[in-house]
């Protein structure tokens, strides 16, 4: 039996800022440290005990894997797995939400409301079905290769993704799943 968690990191700086990361990164505020130390704490309490965990290669990520280990007091291995990987935004990367939406008014409704109509800026970066196939790939590869609770740490996009996977939706559906919470745990599987 595999049991799949997966949460988005703590809060970064660039996400008080409205800036869109994508690839970049930019360090975990008190607040984001807080979130992901509580939810380390909230796994240990409530008798989720991960037999390891998968994380995004991005630090922001990274950062709050060992966070949420070491608050939780549990030991379990943790592996980057670079499926997890947040969306590459291309050239969106480090703009501001609300300046890539007077820049871009049709693309950024269409990024906001429309995933499977949007195309990146350029042809640099991911469409929202690159990222799906990323999901679905990392939960067959979970599922294939683990037994026991894996928990992922990844990033807003690719939980959306994983979320509309387990809920049996296409791409269309993506950013319906909105907000997703930084340092929460969703469950994408329970077989």
Known sequence: MTRILIARHGETVWNTEYRMQGRQDSPLTDKGVRSALALGSSLSSSGIIPDMCLVSPMQRALNTSYLIRKASGLDYSIAIEPL????????????????????????????????????????VGETFFDVYDRAAKVIDKVKERYEGTVLLVSHMILV????????????????????????KIYVISED
């Open 84 to 123: 997890l990987a947040e969306m590459d935004l291309g050239t969106w990367e480090g703009l501001r939400a609300p300046d890539a939406a007077k820049m871009f008014p049709e693309d950024f409704v269409k990024f906001r409301t429309r995933p499977h109509e949007f195309v990146p800026q350029g042809g």
């Open 160 to 183: 959306q993704a994983a979320l509309c996977i387990k809920e049996d939706k296409d791409v269309s559906h993506l950013r319906e799943n909105e907000p997703i919470e930084q340092a």
